[in-house]
T-cell receptor, first 118, second 111 residues
Framework: DTAVSQTPKYLVTQMGNDKSIKCEQNLGHDTMYWYKQDSKKFLKIMFSYNNKELIINETVPNRFSPKSPDKAHLNLHINSLELGDSAVYFC?????????????????FGPGTRLTVT | KNEVEQSPQNLTAQEGEFITINCSYSVGISALHWLQQHPGGGIVSLFMLSSGKKKHGRLIATINIQEKHSSLHITASHPRDSAVYICAVPLKETSGSRLTFGEGTQLTVNP
C-alpha cells in the first residue's frame, strides 16, 4: 500500500488552464505539506496543513490554493497556469505538529507530480 | 548566500569508498533532516536529528548544533547509493518554522 500518493503523476497543460493535483496519505498523520521542486532541483515549501487547518502559507501566487477536505487529503488547485509553474510538486506528511514544531518529525513524501505548462 | 549550504555539490566515488557530505546553516535550529532523492525522482527521509549521531545501516548522520553543521556519512558505498542527498533545516520565523532546503549533493558511485 502506498503511504503518500499523488495524482496525476504527470500533467501537461496549456497556459491559462486551471488544474488540480490530489494527495492522499494513509498513515494517519496530522500534518500535510506541498513542496515545489524547480528545474534546478531546488525544493521549497509552499503550504502546510495540520488537521485541516492551514499553518504555513509561503509567498506563492494567489493562483495556488490548497484545500484539505479531511486530514488524510491535501489537494492543490492552480488557476491560470503560467510557464513558470512548470515544476515537480511533492506532497508530504508527518505524524503530528507537536510542541516541538511542525518540522521536528520525519516527513514522508509522495512520488511527485511533474507539471509541464506549454 | 543560502541559509543552508551543502558541500560538495557533486561527488563521484568508487564502490567501497567512505563518503562524507556536509551541511552548514546560518541560524540556530533544533532539528535537521537528511533526505535522499533517487534518480527516478522519489524522495525518502533518511534521518531527522536534533543532537549527536544517528545510524541506519551504512548511513551515519551527525550534528553539531553549536557549530551549525551536520554531516552525512556513507560507509562501504555502493552504486545503489547514487542519488541526490539533501539537507533541510526548519528555520524559525515569527509565524512558526519554515523548512529550508540545501541545494543537494549529487553522489555517483561507480562500480
Amino acid at each position: 500500500d502506498t503511504a503518500v500518493s499523488q495524482t496525476p503523476k504527470y500533467l501537461v497543460t496549456q497556459m491559462g488552464n486551471d488544474k488540480s493535483i490530489k494527495c492522499e496519505q494513509n498513515l494517519g498523520h496530522d500534518t500535510m505539506y506541498w513542496y515545489k521542486q524547480d528545474s534546478k532541483k531546488f525544493l521549497k515549501i509552499m503550504f502546510s496543513y495540520n488537521n485541516k487547518e492551514l499553518i504555513i502559507n509561503e509567498t506563492v501566487p494567489n493562483r495556488f490554493s490548497p484545500k484539505s477536505p479531511d486530514k488524510a487529503h491535501l489537494n492543490l488547485h492552480i488557476n491560470s497556469l503560467e510557464l513558470g509553474d512548470s515544476a515537480v510538486y511533492f506532497c508530504a506528511s508527518s505524524p503530528r505538529r507537536g510542541l516541538a514544531g511542525v518540522f521536528h518529525y520525519e516527513q514522508y513524501f509522495g512520488p511527485g507530480t511533474r507539471l509541464t505548462v506549454t | 548566500k543560502n541559509e543552508v549550504e551543502q558541500s560538495p555539490q557533486n561527488l563521484t566515488a568508487q564502490e567501497g569508498e567512505f563518503i562524507t557530505i556536509n551541511c552548514s546553516y546560518s541560524v540556530g535550529i533544533s532539528a535537521l533532516h537528511w533526505l535522499q532523492q533517487h534518480p527516478g525522482g522519489g524522495i525518502v527521509s533518511l534521518f531527522m536529528l536534533s543532537s549527536g549521531k544517528k545510524k541506519h545501516g551504512r548511513l551515519i548522520a551527525t550534528i553539531n548544533i553549536q557549530e551549525k553543521h551536520s554531516s552525512l556519512h556513507i560507509t562501504a558505498s555502493h552504486p545503489r547509493d547514487s542519488a541526490v542527498y539533501i539537507c533541510a533545516v526548519p528555520l524559525k520565523e515569527t509565524s512558526g518554522s519554515r523548512l529550508t532546503f540545501g541545494e543537494g549533493t549529487q553522489l555517483t558511485v561507480n562500480p
